[in-house]
């Protein structure tokens, strides 16, 4: 297995008025391809900071983050707005669809900002619709979709320019439990065929589904170990496609 | 190159959703626009309009005709330097038309005021004129019935003179002119001739309210103190008027006796220096309405940019997500652009249309010919696309500058 994300002594400070926040203190991680891990930890202990900086969203302080190879830390943001486009999914626990766009021009965002010409982006979209199973939805509005099918929308922008990383925040914040399974249901399938999953939640049910478990607290990791215990979905093939 | 297509193309569709979201509020904001793109073309064709109405009453100068005289017109001269120039008297005149070859006639030209009286009708101040025979031919006037004075009236200085129209109204209301006997000051002169109307120059002085008798006769009895004359050269052509100047200047500075380094000591005027004078006032005037009528643009541009500053700010999630996804800050800057720049345009064409159609309405009204040319709608247009630009900037650049982080957070 190679390596796909590797956080070397990771710092990251903020200045808040007189005072510096240590969110990350020299932090260690690596994660290998087709990975399934969550992330957990509670409010405060740096969890949303390393996701963003996973997330390309952020540069840390000091340290060193390779993804795939390429050292990230030191982009300025037009080089990250670029690694985010290409190399990662992002899933959001408030969807953040865009609500007067269609599924399908949604699905094609990332392909926009890419600079894929239409024809190619409509055809990427309705594959990645496809996959979520929601063909038969595609030229809804998200008002007009359920949260568990919006959070689908979603998952398949994410997955649209196949990214090297999918990273899922509360995926399930929003959801009933009953939906919440299918969509995790959703990232075991994905999972199965060959994508890396990084799930950042506080929630014991939702990050029992992946391979391994990353606690952090006080800006460092905690326990890292492998989930034993782990649960499996078992979808009905009537909701997926 | 497709990488800024398809990030335009996204712009457009974006900017399109947002306004048609938000119908109330792009139409108030387009209407700050087209307020201001209205008043601006009104201003313009006001502007033209007084362009043109000036353009017609100078033609009545003649552009072909050279004047030469003591003062040069227009302004920024030193007027000690001049006053104390020699004056152009008749032998001048004289010497111009024995020797100019590219003149069609030249006639000198005084004049003074005096009350002319016909039994007990008098017009008071009337301008009289002393010229001679050719003075139909240089100056263009034409008369209307009887005759001008005839070279050997005019040049043995024959107690004869034509009248202006206004005159001959006022003094002979009912009756035929010709062949009286009018008192122009103290002396008597018989009507042979009355000019036909020429209006007014600049709608100040009226051409018409005016008595030509022969310069001869004038000079006896109307001339006080100095004696100054102007000179009216008429060019025989209008492509000549520049060669004819020459040669006009030429002749005089010989007969003045001025050496080669000595500058001239008389005006050659001409329309040209008239028009060069108005067109400097013209620009200024042009300048300050344009400025004032352009605050009405500025105060809707500044709409725009309060409109756009509450689109950025509602719409701040939307932009975390899109620079999430791999939006550069230059998308997002383009995006907010594009949609400043449509409310403005969507405003300067209705603008133009609202303007150009009031336009016409004037013109019918007040009778000056109104041109829209391609070259102002052109202009407006622009210049509501560059307000939708500058205005639309800031907000634009304050939405490019957003965190991804932060802004997804947003509420």
């Given at each position: 297995?190679?390596?796909?994300?590797?956080?070397?002594s990771?710092s990251?400070?903020y200045?808040?008025?007189?005072?510096?926040?240590?969110?990350?203190?020299?932090?260690?991680?690596?994660?290998?391809?087709?990975?399934?891990?969550?992330?957990m930890?509670?409010?405060?202990?740096?969890?949303?900071t390393?996701?963003?900086?996973?997330?390309?969203?952020?540069?840390?302080?000091s340290?060193?983050y390779?993804l795939?190879?390429?050292?990230v830390?030191?982009?300025?943001?037009n080089?990250?707005?670029?690694i985010?486009n290409?190399?990662?999914g992002?899933v959001?626990?408030?969807?953040?669809?865009l609500?007067?766009?269609d599924?399908?021009?949604?699905?094609?965002?990332?392909?926009i900002?890419?600079?894929?010409?239409?024809a190619?982006?409509?055809?990427?979209?309705?594959?990645?619709?496809?996959?979520?199973?929601l063909?038969?939805?595609?030229?809804?509005?998200?008002?007009?979709?359920?949260?568990?099918?919006?959070?689908?929308v979603?998952?398949a922008?994410?997955?649209v320019?196949?990214p090297?990383?999918l990273?899922?925040?509360?995926?399930t914040?929003?959801?009933?439990?009953?939906?919440?399974?299918?969509?995790?249901?959703?990232?075991?399938?994905?999972?199965?065929?060959?994508n890396?999953i990084?799930?950042?939640?506080?929630?014991e049910?939702?990050?029992?589904?992946?391979?391994r478990?990353?606690?952090?607290?006080d800006?460092?990791?905690?326990?890292?170990?492998?989930?034993?215990k782990?649960?499996?979905?078992?979808?009905?093939?009537?909701?997926?496609? | 190159?497709?990488y800024?297509?398809?990030?335009?193309?996204?712009?457009?569709?974006?900017?399109?959703?947002?306004?048609?979201?938000?119908?109330?509020r792009?139409?108030?904001?387009?209407l700050g626009?087209?307020?201001?793109i209205v008043?601006?073309?009104?201003?313009?064709?006001?502007i033209?309009?007084?362009?043109?109405?000036f353009?017609?009453?100078?033609?009545a100068i003649?552009a072909?005709?050279?004047?030469?005289?003591?003062?040069p017109?227009g302004?920024?001269?030193?007027?000690?330097?001049?006053?104390n120039?020699?004056d152009?008297?008749i032998q001048?005149?004289k010497?111009?038309?024995?020797q100019?070859?590219?003149?069609?006639s030249?006639?000198?030209?005084?004049a003074t005021?005096?009350n002319?009286?016909?039994?007990?009708?008098?017009?008071?101040?009337?301008?009289?004129?002393?010229?001679d025979?050719?003075?139909?031919?240089?100056?263009?006037a034409?008369?209307a019935?009887?005759?001008?004075?005839?070279?050997?009236?005019?040049?043995?200085?024959?107690?004869v003179?034509?009248?202006?129209s206004?005159?001959?109204?006022n003094l002979?209301?009912?009756?035929?002119p010709?062949?009286?006997?009018?008192?122009v000051?103290?002396y008597?002169?018989?009507?042979v001739g009355?000019?036909?109307?020429?209006?007014s120059f600049?709608?100040?002085?009226s051409?018409?309210?005016?008595v030509?008798v022969?310069?001869?006769?004038?000079?006896k009895?109307?001339?006080?103190?100095?004696?100054?004359?102007?000179?009216?050269v008429k060019?025989?052509?209008?492509?000549q008027?520049?060669?004819a100047?020459?040669?006009?200047?030429?002749?005089?500075?010989?007969?003045?006796?001025?050496?080669?380094?000595?500058?001239d000591d008389?005006a050659?005027?001409?329309?040209?220096?008239?028009?060069q004078t108005?067109?400097?006032i013209?620009?200024v005037?042009?300048g300050v309405?344009?400025?004032?009528?352009?605050l009405?643009l500025f105060?809707?541009?500044?709409?725009?940019?309060?409109?756009?500053?509450?689109s950025?700010?509602?719409r701040?999630?939307?932009?975390?997500?899109?620079?999430?996804i791999?939006a550069?800050s230059?998308a997002?800057?383009?995006?907010?652009?594009i949609?400043?720049?449509?409310?403005?345009v969507v405003g300067?064409?209705?603008?133009?249309l609202i303007?150009?159609?009031s336009?016409l309405?004037?013109?019918?009204?007040?009778?000056?010919?109104?041109?829209?040319?391609?070259f102002?709608?052109?202009?407006?247009?622009?210049f509501?696309a560059?307000?939708?630009?500058?205005?639309?900037?800031?907000p634009?650049k304050?939405a490019?500058?957003?965190?991804?982080i932060?802004?997804l957070?947003?509420?």
């Amino acid at each position: 297995m190679s390596t796909m994300i590797k956080l070397d002594s990771i710092s990251k400070t903020y200045h808040m008025g007189e005072e510096d926040v240590h969110a990350l203190q020299g932090l260690h991680l690596e994660l290998q391809r087709n990975q399934y891990v969550a992330i957990m930890g509670p409010s405060g202990s740096g969890k949303s900071t390393l996701m963003n900086i996973i997330g390309c969203l952020d540069t840390p302080t000091s340290g060193l983050y390779e993804l795939n190879g390429i050292n990230v830390s030191e982009m300025n943001d037009n080089q990250l707005a670029k690694i985010r486009n290409k190399e990662i999914g992002f899933v959001f626990q408030t969807f953040n669809l865009l609500a007067r766009s269609d599924v399908l021009h949604n699905v094609e965002l990332p392909l926009i900002y890419g600079g894929v010409a239409s024809a190619e982006r409509k055809r990427l979209a309705r594959e990645s619709i496809e996959r979520v199973g929601l063909t038969d939805r595609a030229h809804h509005k998200p008002n007009e979709l359920s949260g568990g099918q919006r959070q689908r929308v979603a998952i398949a922008r994410a997955l649209v320019t196949h990214p090297s990383i999918l990273l899922a925040d509360e995926p399930t914040g929003n959801l009933d439990s009953k939906t919440g399974e299918e969509i995790m249901g959703l990232f075991d399938i994905l999972h199965r065929e060959g994508n890396t999953i990084i799930l950042v939640t506080h929630e014991e049910d939702i990050a029992a589904h992946a391979h391994r478990i990353v606690r952090i607290r006080d800006g460092k990791v905690e326990r890292d170990e492998p989930n034993k215990k782990r649960k499996v979905v078992t979808i009905p093939s009537t909701v997926m496609a | 190159m497709r990488y800024y297509f398809s990030e335009f193309k996204e712009g457009m569709l974006i900017a399109f959703q947002a306004i048609r979201a938000n119908k109330m509020r792009s139409v108030l904001t387009t209407l700050g626009i087209v307020i201001g793109i209205v008043s601006v073309t009104l201003m313009g064709t006001a502007i033209e309009g007084l362009d043109r109405a000036f353009n017609k009453s100078i033609a009545a100068i003649g552009a072909d005709v050279l004047y030469v005289q003591k003062w040069p017109w227009g302004g920024g001269h030193d007027w000690w330097t001049i006053r104390n120039r020699k004056d152009i008297r008749i032998q001048h005149a004289k010497v111009i038309e024995r020797q100019a070859t590219l003149a069609k006639s030249v006639s000198p030209v005084t004049a003074t005021r005096r009350n002319v009286k016909y039994e007990r009708k008098v017009v008071e101040s009337v301008v009289i004129m002393g010229t001679d025979a050719d003075f139909t031919e240089t100056s263009g006037a034409t008369i209307a019935f009887g005759r001008f004075l005839t070279p050997a009236e005019a040049d043995g200085g024959r107690p004869v003179c034509a009248l202006g129209s206004e005159v001959a109204v006022n003094l002979f209301p009912n009756e035929n002119p010709i062949g009286k006997v009018v008192k122009v000051g103290n002396y008597a002169y018989r009507v042979v001739g009355v000019f036909d109307k020429q209006g007014s120059f600049l709608g100040m002085e009226s051409l018409d309210n005016r008595v030509y008798v022969p310069i001869n006769r004038f000079f006896k009895e109307f001339m006080s103190g100095r004696g100054g004359i102007s000179v009216f050269v008429k060019a025989a052509s209008l492509q000549q008027v520049d060669d004819a100047k020459e040669e006009v200047r030429g002749i005089l500075r010989k007969a003045r006796g001025l050496k080669p380094k000595q500058q001239d000591d008389f005006a050659i005027n001409q329309q040209e220096i008239i028009i060069q004078t108005f067109n400097t006032i013209g620009v200024v005037i042009a300048g300050v309405g344009l400025f004032i009528t352009g605050l009405s643009l500025f105060v809707g541009g500044i709409g725009i940019m309060n409109i756009m500053l509450v689109s950025v700010s509602e719409r701040t999630k939307e932009i975390g997500l899109r620079k999430a996804i791999g939006a550069t800050s230059r998308a997002v800057l383009l995006q907010f652009l594009i949609e400043a720049v449509i409310v403005s345009v969507v405003g300067g064409v209705i603008g133009i249309l609202i303007g150009a159609g009031s336009s016409l309405l004037l013109s019918k009204i007040s009778g000056w010919a109104v041109y829209i040319s391609p070259f102002s709608v052109a202009l407006a247009f622009g210049f509501s696309a560059g307000v939708g630009i500058v205005f639309g900037f800031w907000p634009a650049k304050k939405a490019s500058l957003l965190s991804p982080i932060e802004a997804l957070r947003y509420e």
